[in-house]
């Protein structure tokens, strides 16, 4: 089945630096891959997400590249501010919901920005 | 935007008991609900799929027995852990989808003591 890794585990960076997340996932079908904050205690939330017929997506600080051939997607947060600290997932799936398009998560990253 | 409401946010049970966690989509109609567990600091892992009107697939090693999921309705979904052991405490997450997209809910902290 579909498995995805992510790196770093634990990032933490000064205010205003930039921090990238990677991920890569192994099944070729996979054609969505969003990317979820969770901050403790609560359900994860989408911050942005990507499809495959597009290599790169961006939403103010915020964006994420995606390369079909290597399999990877990463998460680019520049300008970071100290409510940017939380945990952050990457996931894929086969298609955008739907009943049969599970989505599998990467295994976090916990960033940590210092003011 | 659509909107996910999971009750209760924490619940404590004694050990032998069965807990009941409702997920409901408030404004759209969910034909797919998800249900995931997170063990603390680890990632969320799929328990199983419903779809409303039929019986919920379980990924493998999940106990249908244990964890009992109904999805009566397009809007509602609900997990009971049956006699619940301390090992099933854990923060459990549903997610709905219509095909356009996921939306979590905010999760149950389940203890069981």
């Known amino acids: 089945g579909e498995n995805v890794e992510q790196h770093p585990s634990t990032l933490s960076v000064q205010e205003g630096d930039s921090a990238v997340i990677k991920c890569t996932y192994s099944?070729?079908?996979?054609?969505?891959f969003p990317w979820y904050k969770q901050e403790l205690g609560k359900g994860p939330q989408l911050i942005i997400d990507i499809r495959s017929n597009v290599g790169e997506k961006k939403d103010q600080r915020i964006a994420v590249t995606l390369n079909k051939t290597a399999k990877h997607f990463s998460l680019h947060i520049t300008e970071t501010q100290p409510e940017d600290s939380a945990v952050y997932f990457c996931?894929?799936?086969?298609?955008?919901?739907?009943?049969?398009?599970?989505?599998?998560f990467g295994t976090g990253t916990l960033l940590a920005v210092q003011p | 935007g659509a909107v996910v409401s999971q009750h209760p946010s924490r619940v404590i049970c004694k050990s032998g008991t069965s807990v009941k966690i409702e997920c409901r989509s408030l404004?759209?109609?969910?034909?797919?609900m998800f249900w995931y567990r997170q063990f603390p600091k680890q990632s969320l892992m799929l328990m199983a799929t419903s779809n409303e009107g039929s019986k919920a697939t379980y990924e493998q090693g999940v106990e249908k027995d244990k964890f009992l999921i109904n999805h009566a309705s397009l809007t509602l979904s609900t997990l009971t852990v049956t006699s619940a052991h301390p090992e099933d405490s854990s923060f459990y997450i549903c997610?709905?989808?219509?095909?356009?997209?996921?939306?979590f809910g905010s999760g149950t902290r389940l203890t069981v003591v």
């Open positions: 996931a894929a799936s086969k298609g955008y919901g739907g009943a049969t398009n599970k989505l599998i």
């Open positions: 099944d070729s079908a996979s054609n969505y």
């Open positions: 404004d759209f109609q969910a034909t797919t």
């Open positions: 997610s709905a989808t219509t095909g356009g997209g996921y939306t």
